[in-house]
């Protein structure tokens, strides 16, 4: 089992920033991918960007130049600064690692872009 703890979801004005982090703890192995994916209401769950063990990274068309992950492997933490916010980017984020077969989702953080 894997546990997943985000943090760092709240409110910001159009143009503004935030990081969100994501902390996974268990049974970890040394390959994983990790990611976020976001949700809006009446919208399916989106990848918006990914990143392996390698630091290989995957991004969403609409975040692409404006959004960053990263990730600390000897914390097994992964980051997503957000800059540039647009009111569009306005959802739920979710954690996401996958690990062989097993997929793990976190609980979700707010995201709100208002003015």
């Known amino acids: 089992q894997v546990q997943l703890v985000e943090s760092g979801g709240g409110l910001r004005q159009p143009g503004g920033s935030l990081r969100l982090s994501c902390a996974a703890s268990?049974?970890?192995?040394?390959?994983?991918?990790m990611g976020w994916y976001r949700q809006a209401p009446g919208l399916q769950r989106e990848l918006v960007a990914r990143?392996?063990?390698?630091?290989?990274?995957t991004y969403a068309d609409s975040v692409k130049g404006r959004f960053t992950i990263s990730r600390d492997n000897a914390k097994n933490t992964v980051y997503l600064q957000m800059d540039s916010l647009k009111y569009e980017d306005t959802a739920v984020y979710y954690c996401?690692?996958?690990?062989?077969?097993?997929?793990?989702w976190g609980q979700g953080t707010q995201v709100t872009v208002s003015s």
């Open positions: 996401n690692f996958n690990q062989a077969t097993n997929t793990y």
């Open positions: 268990g049974s970890i192995r040394s390959f994983y991918v």
């Open positions: 990143i392996s063990s390698g630091g290989v990274t």
